[in-house]
């Protein structure tokens, strides 16, 4: 009898490389070897029997299935036992506006409307930045947040970056908005 978990139980994975763990016992003469199949019914060559092995999952996004079987020393050979995991090895995309699109600021504290989207494992956390390097601690995913801007009046850029379930953190997406805390933008002219 036996068992396999792969990636130590994780519900997703972002790459097709995996770690098993494995498990079987036979009361009698002991296990010998062990076998594994993506599809349950092509499989790898016997190998002597070990607790943890490098597997590759088959590419593309979804549900991905592990098969293993068992040989005793007398060549008694084990049902299948599975265990699956969903791969997702996109990133998430996503968006940021800084005051619902307004050219100007006048107080560093700024509201941010933020959309992301993640089709495999969807969206679970995000993170910010006023200058592309340096980051805030990573935070659980929300369309709006409260953020403050470099002090100074110009140009302020702020920075997003977004993190799936399975781990895949996006490219950087920004808005710039331009702070004027001196009221030197420019006048409306009567005509």
């Avoid at 068992?3 to 494995?22: F, K, M, R």
């Avoid at 007398?74 to 050219?103: C, E, K, M, Q, R």
């Avoid at 601690?137 to 799936?164: C, E, F, I, L, P």
Wanted: glycine share 10%; aromatic share 10%; with cysteine.
């Amino acid at each position: 009898s036996g068992s396999i978990v792969i990636n130590g139980g994780d519900t997703y994975a972002n790459s097709t490389s995996s770690d098993l763990t494995l498990s079987a016992s036979d009361a009698v003469c002991g296990v010998a070897e062990m076998r594994f199949s993506n599809n349950g019914s092509s499989w790898s060559t016997w190998e002597s029997y070990t607790t943890s092995k490098s597997w590759t999952l088959t590419g593309g996004d979804g549900t991905k299935t592990v098969y293993a079987q068992y040989k005793d020393n007398a060549g008694n050979i084990s049902p299948s036992y599975t265990d699956s995991i969903i791969l997702d090895a996109d990133a998430p995309t996503g968006s940021i506006v800084i005051n619902g699109g307004d050219t100007y600021a006048t107080t560093t504290s700024v509201n941010l409307t933020l959309s992301a989207s993640d089709a495999g494992s969807g969206v679970s956390t995000m993170r910010f930045s006023n200058n592309g390097y340096s980051w805030s601690a990573w935070q659980s995913y929300a369309t709006s947040k409260t953020w403050t801007v470099t002090s100074g009046d110009g140009t302020k850029k702020v920075y997003v970056r977004y993190q799936d379930n399975a781990g895949n953190t996006s490219s950087s997406y920004n808005d710039t908005i331009t702070l004027d805390m001196q009221g030197k933008r420019p006048k409306a002219v009567n005509l």
